[in-house]
């Protein structure tokens, strides 16, 4: 079975710092992707950075950035210049890549509630 | 433009009646999920449907039947509804196992 694991329930950060969530995974497929998403308080899941197994190089989305370790199966985030509205919860989440249309399941980690204080 | 839409965003009923929640994507994607997270906030796939074709039934109580009628469309019906049913329930739709754009959620309380 897949699953993903994050062992921070919350985190907290001052603004303009940076912050690291992490995040690791159990599975037996070698070819996936990787996503974080956020979710504000309004609940609304917004996609961050996502990362494919088959690339070396980490994803880096403006001051979101990741650090993919496939071996040591380990996919943590990176947050600079940490801002009041990055305030939310971080989702980590995985899905092996079948071709049968419709068969993928996205797993998620319980989450990390990021507070940003001001 | 929304890209994954649902309605209603909030609804509030009592135990035992039927409701539905309507979902529609404009990404042309192929395949459309239900996602419910519960109190704990924990999310999990309910169904994913292909090309209108049921893949996934994540073992969902049969008092919930999703209606696929195009590919731009999975609805969510549930019957007899009971308290342990109040999550935020989210459509979801891809390409191909591709990422996953969520719509914006709905909140069900069951009273």
């Known amino acids: 079975a897949q699953t993903v694991t994050q062992s921070q329930p919350e985190m907290s950060v001052q603004e303009a710092e940076t912050v690291t969530l992490s995040c690791t995974y159990d599975?037996?497929?070698?070819?996936?992707?990787l996503f974080w998403y956020k979710q504000p308080p309004s609940r609304q899941m917004i996609l961050v950075i996502r990362?494919?197994?088959?690339?070396?190089q980490n994803a880096t989305e403006n001051r979101f950035s990741v650090n993919f370790q496939k071996a040591a199966k380990s996919f943590s985030l990176k947050i600079s210049d940490s801002q009041l509205g990055d305030t939310a919860m971080y989702f980590c989440a995985f899905i092996p890549i079948i071709h049968q249309g419709g068969s993928e399941k996205l797993v998620f980690g319980k989450g990390t509630k990021l507070t940003v204080n001001p | 433009d929304t890209a994954v839409s649902q309605t209603p965003k909030y609804l509030v009923t009592q135990m035992g009646n039927d409701k539905s929640i309507k979902c529609e994507q404009n990404l042309g994607h192929d395949t459309m999920y239900w996602y419910k997270q519960d109190s704990k906030k924990f999310l999990k796939i309910m169904f994913s449907?292909?090309?209108?074709?049921?893949?996934i039934n994540e073992t969902v109580p049969n008092r919930f039947s999703p209606k696929s009628p195009d590919k731009a469309h999975l609805n969510l019906h549930i019957n007899s509804l009971e308290l342990g049913d109040s999550a935020v329930y989210f459509c979801a739709s891809s390409r191909r196992g591709n990422t996953i754009y969520f719509g914006e959620g709905s909140w069900l309380t069951v009273v």
């Open positions: 990362q494919e197994a088959y690339k070396q």
């Open positions: 449907y292909n090309n209108k074709e049921l893949i």
């Open positions: 599975t037996s497929e070698n070819n996936y992707y």
